[in-house]
């Protein structure tokens, strides 16, 4: 008989919500957000870190939920696309509004992923060159589209949330900003 890992208490803060499960330390993320908190926005493809499917913010790092275990996420504060929203509750996000405006998604599989990492390039890079915007999403795969859709909605977000200020809207009470360097086309980094 294989030994089965016993479970511990899980706790980290998802969507502004304290949330505690009792998990193994060796459950995916991906699995607690579907299975146990029936948060579905966040997909389960390729299960191996390259699709960018099941994208979320960490500790407002874009990370992919498949890759990371319950162990590595506890304490964590965590954004799914269902964390996302307007000014108001029920509005959609700019950026989500941007996808929808600009044909962002054909089958809409990888758009929850691209508005996370969308949303974790602006809030580091809030005027991004199309090489920002490129490298911003280079974890995440599309099948459907050719990408024109996607940089015209990452460019109108990116207006649109200058605009208004709210890049960081998220629900949750603290972001810690993203470490990833972004090169400028000059070559200087921000």
Same mark, same amino acid.
């Given at each position: 008989?294989?030994?089965q890992?016993?479970?511990?208490?899980?706790?980290?803060?998802?969507?502004?919500?304290?949330?505690?499960?009792s998990?193994?330390?060796?459950?995916?993320?991906v699995?607690?957000?579907?299975?146990?908190?029936?948060?579905?926005g966040?997909?389960?493809?390729?299960?191996?870190?390259?699709?960018?499917?099941?994208?979320?913010?960490?500790?407002?790092?874009?990370?992919?939920?498949?890759?990371?275990?319950? !162990?590595?996420?506890? %304490?964590s504060d +965590?954004? *799914?696309?269902?964390? /996302?929203?307007?000014?108001?509750?029920?509005? $959609?996000?700019?950026?989500?509004?941007?996808?929808?405006?600009?044909?962002?998604?054909?089958?809409? !599989?990888?758009?929850? %992923?691209?508005i +996370?990492? *969308?949303?974790?390039? /602006?809030?580091?890079?809030?005027?991004?060159s $199309?090489e920002?915007?490129?490298?911003?999403?280079?974890?995440?795969?599309?099948?459907?589209?050719? !990408?024109?859709?996607i940089?015209?909605?990452?460019?109108?977000?990116?207006?649109?949330c200058?605009?208004?200020?709210?890049?960081?809207?998220?629900?949750?009470?603290?972001?810690?900003?993203?470490?990833?360097?972004?090169?400028?086309?000059?070559?200087a980094?921000?």
């Amino acid at each position: 008989m294989k030994n089965q890992p016993l479970e511990q208490t899980w706790s980290a803060r998802v969507n502004g919500q304290l949330k505690e499960l009792s998990v193994s330390p060796e459950t995916r993320l991906v699995d607690i957000l579907r299975n146990r908190l029936e948060l579905t926005g966040t997909k389960v493809s390729c299960e191996v870190g390259r699709c960018g499917a099941c994208m979320i913010l960490m500790n407002g790092e874009p990370v992919n939920a498949c890759l990371v275990m319950a !162990y590595q996420s506890e %304490g964590s504060d +965590i954004t *799914t696309i269902e964390g /996302l929203h307007g000014e108001k509750k029920g509005e $959609l996000h700019p950026i989500q509004q941007a996808f929808v405006e600009e044909g962002g998604f054909q089958c809409g !599989y990888c758009t929850p %992923g691209m508005i +996370i990492s *969308t949303k974790a390039l /602006l809030d580091a890079c809030p005027h991004p060159s $199309l090489e920002q915007i490129e490298t911003g999403l280079c974890g995440n795969l599309c099948r459907c589209t050719g !990408y024109g859709g996607i940089i015209r909605a990452v460019n109108k977000a990116s207006e649109r949330c200058a605009v208004k200020g709210t890049v960081g809207t998220v629900v949750k009470e603290n972001v810690n900003r993203s470490a990833v360097n972004f090169v400028q086309t000059d070559g200087a980094e921000t």
